[in-house]
């Protein structure tokens, strides 16, 4: 039997693809099928919509502040693993990001911001009875291991925490100190680790708002609690949210501490700084103090030690002062301010004086 021979000129040709600033690029994977693959355009209307979908899967995020976590997008990518190709991912979170389509939401449900997580879990019990979702994920992050597990002792529902494994017709976690695997079919109610899946990468979806039902008001089921306010100061750093840090190029620490307090964030330092004895040892950041996974990290005259800088490469977002245009630290940051440290400290407390009501 004879065969076609290969045309390398035509294959190339298939093979290429617009790229930035004239440069040619070439998408081998679609090779000898006589035309080059076509490009999505980023501003095209919706490309996945349900009419009438099959059934629901709940994906209840974090979304702190309306922003998506890595953890939040890689539980809607779960979520597309068990609706497919019929169901439904119905995002569930008080603040619904403006992303939540290019994030998988297929359709959305609010919850009332509270700050009761066992109220938070009676609104979702009740989105649960009106809606019965075939299945309920939650990223095993602090929020949202501790609401799945209220929601699944009040359901009496069973829960697979911390699921690194998920699939439609199983889901595996490590048990004993890893020594066994832990499988089962899908329950309804799974937490999903860190890391367990890849982030949605599919087409834009609907995002669609439902209807909730009215939320019925529950008392705390914790009788005679009392929310007080924290103390940023008192945080240990591995759990804050905003760390605002001193370097060699902070001198006035009175300063410092008084910014730290209007800001409402948790003080921590450098290396140099502590054995200088002008922090205490517990607020060392870097790889030989405290690892940070903060939301925001203002650093203030840090240079950027290759130490310290591994302290800070979970953090999300970095703000860095410092008078060296050129600081690791500066080409770190996603907002930098070249200038003194000692000059920017009482010109910030100035502004929050000023906008304090």
Not at 41 to 56: E, G, H, M, Y
Not at 89 to 95: D, E, G, I, K
Request: charged share 20%; net charge negative.
């Amino acid at each position: 039997m004879s065969r076609l021979r290969r045309d390398p000129r035509f294959e190339r040709a298939a093979a290429e693809s617009p790229g930035a600033a004239g440069r040619r690029r070439f998408d081998w994977s679609h090779t000898g099928t006589g035309a080059a693959p076509a490009t999505v355009d980023a501003t095209a209307p919706l490309t996945r919509i349900l009419d009438d979908p099959a059934f629901s899967v709940f994906a209840v995020v974090d979304s702190p502040r309306g922003r998506l976590t890595a953890q939040d997008r890689q539980t809607l990518a779960a979520a597309h693993v068990l609706a497919a190709p019929q169901g439904a991912v119905v995002m569930v979170c008080a603040a619904p990001p403006a992303a939540a389509g290019e994030a998988g939401a297929d359709r959305l449900l609010p919850l009332e911001a509270t700050p009761d997580p066992d109220a938070l879990a009676g609104q979702l019990i009740d989105l649960v009875a009106h809606f019965q979702p075939r299945h309920v994920l939650w990223p095993e992050s602090e929020a949202g291991g501790d609401l799945a597990r209220r929601t699944a002792v009040r359901l009496g529902e069973p829960l697979f925490c911390g699921a690194e494994h998920i699939g439609a017709q199983q889901v595996r976690r490590p048990a004993q100190g890893r020594r066994v695997e832990r499988r089962m079919k899908p329950p309804r109610l799974i937490t999903l680790a860190d890391g367990a899946v890849a982030p949605y990468a599919g087409l834009r979806c609907e995002a669609k708002a439902l209807d909730a039902p009215p939320f019925a008001p529950r008392a705390s089921a914790l009788l005679g609690v009392e929310d007080a306010p924290t103390d940023p100061a008192a945080t240990p750093l591995g759990e804050a949210d905003f760390v605002v840090s001193a370097g060699n190029g902070v001198t006035d620490f009175e300063a410092f501490r008084a910014l730290a307090r209007a800001l409402g964030a948790t003080p921590g330092a450098s290396r140099m700084v502590c054995d200088a004895g002008q922090m205490p040892r517990s607020a060392q950041v870097g790889a030989s103090g405290t690892v940070l996974a903060a939301r925001c990290y203002f650093a203030l005259g840090i240079a950027g030690a290759p130490q310290h800088l591994q302290g800070v490469a979970n953090c999300e977002e970095i703000v860095a002062v410092n008078t060296d245009l050129h600081a690791a630290m500066i080409a770190r940051a996603a907002l930098a301010v070249v200038a003194d440290a000692q000059a920017v400290m009482p010109a910030l407390l100035a502004l929050l004086e000023a906008e304090a009501p």
